[in-house]
């Protein structure tokens, strides 16, 4: 950070942020990653990763860590409050990662940034925030504040964040990798479109008794939709619809400490919490719930940025898009936008192509959320489709854990077509 100049500074240092600058490193180009905590995330949130981006990560040479640590799935079933409706196997998607993997998203995001520090030989800027940025048509800068910690207060004392120092930074591209309230996204006035009515689902995850589960269970009911994750370890996360929800909460941030905070009373009052709501929905659930790991709340958003940005500044992951938890289809789309824009940036600085090259970007991400959030159709039925599953064929698009060519051939094992 001697001389506050790089190529590409990234904003943000989730599992978006993280890949794009892998990426950006391998092809050659000077970039610096900033982000405002003091390191990756410690809870498991987006828990899953589709076969097309476990193609992407193997693509890098990260396959076996993420293989080790985490849990194939080669089934997807449906339930009802009663019993199984219908399945989906991974195995016809044919190829090398026939399965979703479980996968905590601290491991993911561990995992990136020994990959970003190992071989790209980059460290992430811990502790430097990005307050604002102004752009013009040669290049970007952004107002950076390096921030430490102080102590304050006597009587109750706690830990206050304070700026240290604050530093133009220029660079002839900026990233926003700086998720749900992206702060690029709201400098460069792009709004958001919202598609649906915010769906607000507690996450309570705990370790089981008996066998790891191999089959991802969705359950729609004839109001919620509810998964149950399998994770490795013999962990499993319940992940339940709440009803009714109005309101947009506001979204909380990633925990970066894995302590939690709770007592021998709470884990009681969450376990029966737990039992009584999935004997309600889902009765054929017998495990026993053992230590309570972590439990949320969260509000999402089904919502879209009108743009993805333009000129020298570009948007990524979460800062530009929010859907529902069930399938972690926001994650997944945005490493494969780390993708699309680090190969567009490496053509644009590299090999001479014009920077009009990233509205392509733009249209493609915005094509893929489309079809992704139902607007291009969303599924349809066929004459033969099960009765069962047409009467959920609007819960079931943001509830399949893959993304194009894969997801019609999943959704296709259901008698659905993909517009
Ligand atoms: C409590 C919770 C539960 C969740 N549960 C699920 C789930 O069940 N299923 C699911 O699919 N998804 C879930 N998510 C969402 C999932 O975590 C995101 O989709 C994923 O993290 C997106 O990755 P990202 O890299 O785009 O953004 P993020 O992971 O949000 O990373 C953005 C980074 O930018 C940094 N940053 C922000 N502003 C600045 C700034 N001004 N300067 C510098 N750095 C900045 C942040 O500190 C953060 O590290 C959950 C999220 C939370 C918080």
Redesign the pocket.
Known sequence: MKEHKTEVLV?????????TAILLADAGIQVEV????EC??A??????LHPKTLKLLARLGLAPALLKRGLRIPTIAFYDSSKRRAEIKLSELGGEFPFILTLP?SDL?EILEERLRQRSGLEVKWN????GFESDDKGVTAS?EKLGGTGTGYIVPHWETVVLKRFPFQAQFIIG????????RRCLGIEYESMAKPES?A?IEFESDLEPMDELRIVLDDATTN?LWPLPGNRL?W?FQLLPCNELDE?????RSAIRVGGANVDEDLRRWTQEVSRERAPWFCRSIKDIAWC???T?ERRLAKQFGRGRCWL????AH???????????V?LLEADSLATSLRLILREGAKIDLLTAYDRECRRRWHQLLGLDGGLSSCYDTDAWVRSRIARILPAVPALDGDLSNLVSQLGLNLA
Not at 177 to 184: C, E, K, P, T
Not at 251 to 255: I, R
């Open positions: 904003v943000g240092a989730g599992p978006v942020g993280l890949l900033i982000d405002r905590e990756t995330a809870r498991s949130y987006a828990c899953a998203q995001e430097y925030r990005c307050s950076v990798a700086d998720g749900h309230n992206s702060l690029v689902f996450a998964v996360r992940t979204f909380p941030q990633k925990a949320t709340q969260v999402f990524v992951g979460d800062a929010q859907t529902s938890p069930a399938a972690a289809q926001s994650l997944n945005g």
